[in-house]
């Protein structure tokens, strides 16, 4: 599945979205109490609700709600991938900023040199950045551990 209208999240799965993000999933956190503003916000963006409250289940809501249960962010990532069967992709990863959720772009080298470390400037290739804050990514150690943690809880790269 690839959640075409991307995913929202309650403020409490604010980890959740994060790592959704990391694995290349438009992934929303609604900063205010979850609650009806929330799935019209969803129903308007065409999102699945991820959300740990039980009531939203009750309300009316034509679009997907999907009640994570687990409390670690481990499980929550693990619940969703089994429960809606997402695909993840090496392709898709590390392309959304795990900040503020927009597309990555890529940038030349030299446009990043005074805002990398000299070392990931020196070691590293390719650059991205983020339109929407600014931040620069590059690929480092952290895809090591990222592919690591989802090892460790069972989530499968295809």
């Given at each position: ?59 009316q ?30 392709q ?15 940038v ?39 592919v ?11």
């Open positions: 599945m690839t959640a075409a209208g991307g995913f929202i999240t309650d403020a409490s799965l604010a980890g959740l979205a994060r790592w959704l993000r990391l694995l290349g999933f438009d992934t929303v956190v609604y900063p205010e109490a979850a609650g009806r503003p929330m799935l019209r916000l969803a129903a308007r963006e065409g999102r699945i609700v991820l959300t740990r409250r039980r009531d939203l289940l009750d309300r809501y034509s679009g997907r709600v999907e009640l994570v249960p687990a409390q670690d962010v481990g499980s929550q990532l693990h619940h969703v991938v089994a429960e809606l069967a997402l695909e993840i992709s090496p898709r990863m590390l392309g959304i900023c795990l900040s503020c959720n927009r597309k990555l772009v890529a030349g080298r030299e446009e990043v040199r005074d805002r990398v470390p000299p070392y990931v400037f020196e070691t590293c290739g390719d650059f991205n950045r983020c339109d929407g804050c600014g931040k620069i990514f590059w690929k480092g150690t952290h895809v090591r551990r990222a690591q943690f989802l090892e460790n809880h069972h989530i499968e790269i295809k």
